[in-house]
């Protein structure tokens, strides 16, 4: 019963460094979803997929972009990393009107 | 543009204390979600309200939706340590996968 696995769960960058956050589910759920988390706030989408091949933006999409090439995996990426992406970061996954399962999440900290 | 509010932002009380969590917007929702997050981990969901002046019981847990399905409160009846966590409320629309979470309410149970 795996769920939603995310990697790495802490990450250290610098300014203007990429990286990649992984998430994989092994639930077959069609909707997956990226949140960031700030403190004292709630969460924020940004971006989601409906299904393979299928992605959309959200709430707060600028400096992320994501792909949905399986219908397991929603990687988030980060091309020039900047300090307000310094958050906590979610994927989740769900079916259609359904609630959402979360992973862990993954701390991120840019300075 | 879509907004939950909650209230109130932290609380902290005796265990066996009552304790109301609110959750209200000027927008109307289609369901309300009601999620508990604890330190390093995801959300996870408690309750799916979906009708208005819908009532739910989870144990000590008791959720209500607003009559005009805007609003929606969280009832805690003799709260124990174990209750602590992060509460979130969100609200899903038409489109149920694009949630509206609020900021959340930390609540702290001293034994």
């Known amino acids: 019963n795996a769920g939603v696995t995310q990697t790495p769960k802490f990450r250290i960058l610098k300014i203007g460094q990429s990286m990649t956050l992984q998430c994989t589910q092994d639930?077959?759920?069609?909707?997956m979803y990226w949140y960031r988390q700030d403190p004292g706030m709630g969460l924020k989408l940004i971006y989601y997929s409906v299904g393979a091949g299928i992605t959309d933006k959200g709430e707060v999409p600028n400096g992320y972009n994501v792909s949905r090439s399986t219908t397991e995996d929603f990687p988030l990426r980060l091309e020039l990393a900047a300090p307000s992406q310094t958050s906590v970061y979610f994927c989740a996954s769900s079916l259609i009107n359904s609630p959402l399962h979360f992973g862990n999440g993954t701390r991120l900290t840019v300075t | 543009t879509q907004l939950l509010e909650q209230s109130p932002q932290f609380l902290s009380i005796q265990e066996g204390e009552n304790l109301t969590v609110y959750c209200n917007s000027s927008s109307v929702f289609s369901s309300l979600q009601w999620y508990r997050q604890e330190p390093g981990e995801g959300p996870v969901l408690l309750v799916t309200v979906v009708t208005g002046g819908e009532v739910k019981k989870l144990k000590r847990l008791t959720f209500q939706f607003g009559d005009a399905r805007k609003d929606s409160s969280l009832h805690i009846t003799a709260a124990q340590p174990g209750d602590t966590g992060l509460y979130l409320c969100a609200g899903g629309g038409d489109s149920s996968y694009k949630l509206i979470f609020g900021s959340g309410t930390r609540l702290l149970v001293r034994p």
């Open positions: 639930m077959n759920h069609n909707y």
